[in-house]
T-cell receptor, first 113, second 116 residues
Framework: NAGVTQTPKFQVLKTGQSMTLQCAQDMNHEYMSWYRQDPGMGLRLIHYSVGAGITDQGEVPNGYNVSRSTTEDFPLRLLSAAPSQTSVYFC????????????FGPGTRLLVL | AQSVAQPEDQVNVAEGNPLTVKCTYSVSGNPYLFWYVQYPNRGLQFLLKYITGDNLVKGSYGFEAEFNKSQTSFHLKKPSALVSDSALYFCAVNVTGAGNNRKLIWGLGTSLAVNP
């Protein structure tokens, strides 16, 4: 199993540009989520999904869109990038039960100029 | 409000000495408790979890954690630290939130530095 994969590893954008961060998992996990990690702020949940066709907002959803058309994929879209979105983004997946372990991707480092 | 606290931003310990990384929580109901580790420029990796049963939980890389219900704590421990244990450690608590939705609450992380 590849686990959770994320692409790209690193991206530089100009303010106002859009892009999609890709996330895929091959463990047949129902639950997938996107976090951003910023110094001193820990992990903050952006969006999550409990299954194909179902998504919901986390703590910091503004400026981001998600969709879940398949169990495997959970892309994160930045509609109009802003410098405040400079961060490291992590995708995670798990089985749906509360006691299940989260599996994280390697992260995407995004710089918005 | 439900929360997880890691009271120390940084912990420094000499190689070979025991280490403790602290975590306390304030949640309703019976939580499920987790520790994750993040090595530089990597994603988070699962270390161990407490669901039920024995209060002392053993995990990866020789780490263990003790669940203390009365003190609402879940401190991470290792008897003998290695330089390779230097990393960022996150405590997390999984609870059922509003509308019966699951919710994972994260601490802000503790940076562990093990000195040779």
């Amino acid at each position: 199993n590849a686990g959770v994969t994320q692409t790209p590893k690193f991206q530089v954008l100009k303010t106002g540009q859009s892009m999609t961060l890709q996330c895929a998992q091959d463990m047949n996990h129902e639950y997938m989520s996107w976090y951003r990690q910023d110094p001193g702020m820990g992990l903050r949940l952006i969006h999550y999904s409990v299954g194909a066709g179902i998504t919901d907002q986390g703590e910091v959803p503004n400026g981001y869109n998600v969709s879940r058309s398949t169990t495997e994929d959970f892309p994160l879209r930045l509609l109009s990038a802003a410098p405040s979105q400079t961060s490291v983004y992590f995708c995670a997946s798990s089985a749906l039960a509360l006691q299940e372990t989260q599996y994280f991707g390697p992260g995407t480092r995004l710089l918005v100029l | 409000a439900q929360s997880v606290a890691q009271p120390e931003d940084q912990v420094n310990v000499a190689e070979g000495n025991p280490l403790t990384v602290k975590c306390t929580y304030s949640v309703s109901g019976n939580p499920y408790l987790f520790w994750y580790v993040q090595y530089p420029n990597r994603g988070l990796q699962f270390l161990l979890k407490y669901i039920t049963g024995d209060n002392l939980v053993k995990g990866s890389y020789g780490f263990e954690a003790e669940f203390n219900k009365s003190q609402t704590s879940f401190h991470l421990k290792k008897p003998s630290a290695l330089v390779s244990d230097s990393a960022l450690y996150f405590c997390a608590v999984n609870v059922t939130g509003a509308g019966n939705n699951r919710k994972l609450i994260w601490g802000l992380g503790t940076s562990l530095a093990v000195n040779p």
